[in-house]
Every structure is written in structure tokens, then in C-alpha cells.
């Protein structure tokens, strides 16, 4: 069963960046569709990013477009979310999801996705 490993996340203050890294336990990883989803206390999950799984298609949010990169590395089965400019409201646990298979254009839809990690903590203060 593919396991999902999220890491990179911290403190940071307004304007900041980090990097996510999301590892993957199997070899096959390239054939997954990844997407990035975040939530906020009080809040609902919200899909922010994805990426596909052979040409590399991404989406995003509006909120993050320009800040936010999704990529990744199928020899290093890690898919990384590259932040910057950060901003308090992006305040949140942030997960990786995967699926082998969807509609592209459903793909930050957060019930389209089988696999889970267990989500790492970002935090936008001064």
C-alpha cells in the first residue's frame, strides 16, 4: 500500500518560504496523480495543488497562484511545494494525497484521493 510522508513544514514569518516534500513509499509513484491540500482550524480541507501523474499538469487555488509550485521527481518519488510570500492566512496542516487515477480537472477535490499522509504543520507569524 503506498504511504505518503509529508515533511518540510515550521514557523516562518509574512513573506517568508519553505518547501514541502511529500515521499512516497513505492516505486510506481510516477503513475500517481499528487495533490496538496491544506486545512485551518475551523476550516474545511481545501485542495490548493495538484500535479499529473505523466505530463506533469498542475493546478492551483487562486489564492496561491504565483506563490505557490507544485513539482516533482519521479526518481526520488517526492512531489515538493514550493511556498513563497507566505501569508498568516496560510496558516494550516498541510497533507499529500494520491491517486492513480482521476479526471484532471477534479483533482483538488480532496474525495478523489485514496492515499493520505499524516500532514505537516505550517505557521505564518511574526
Known amino acids: 500500500q503506498l504511504q505518503l510522508v509529508e515533511s518540510g513544514g515550521g514557523l516562518v514569518q509574512p513573506g517568508g518560504s519553505l518547501r514541502l516534500s511529500c515521499a512516497a513509499s513505492?516505486?510506481?509513484?510516477?503513475?500517481?496523480?499528487i495533490g496538496w491540500f491544506r486545512q485551518a482550524p475551523g476550516k474545511e480541507r481545501e485542495g490548493i495543488s495538484c500535479?499529473?501523474?505523466?505530463?506533469?499538469?498542475?493546478n492551483y487555488v487562486d489564492s496561491v497562484k504565483d506563490r505557490f509550485t507544485i513539482s516533482r521527481d519521479n526518481a526520488k518519488n517526492t512531489v515538493y511545494l514550493q511556498m513563497n510570500s507566505l501569508k498568516p492566512e496560510d496558516t494550516a496542516v498541510y497533507y499529500c494525497?494520491?491517486?492513480?487515477?482521476?479526471?484532471?480537472?477534479?483533482?483538488?477535490?480532496?474525495?478523489?484521493?485514496?492515499?493520505w499522509g499524516q500532514g505537516t504543520q505550517v505557521t505564518v507569524s511574526s
Open positions: 500535479i499529473s501523474s505523466s505530463r506533469g499538469r498542475t
Open positions: 494525497a494520491a491517486v492513480p487515477t482521476l479526471l484532471f480537472n477534479r483533482c483538488r477535490s480532496s474525495n478523489e484521493y485514496s492515499y
Open positions: 513505492e516505486f510506481t509513484f510516477n503513475y500517481y496523480t
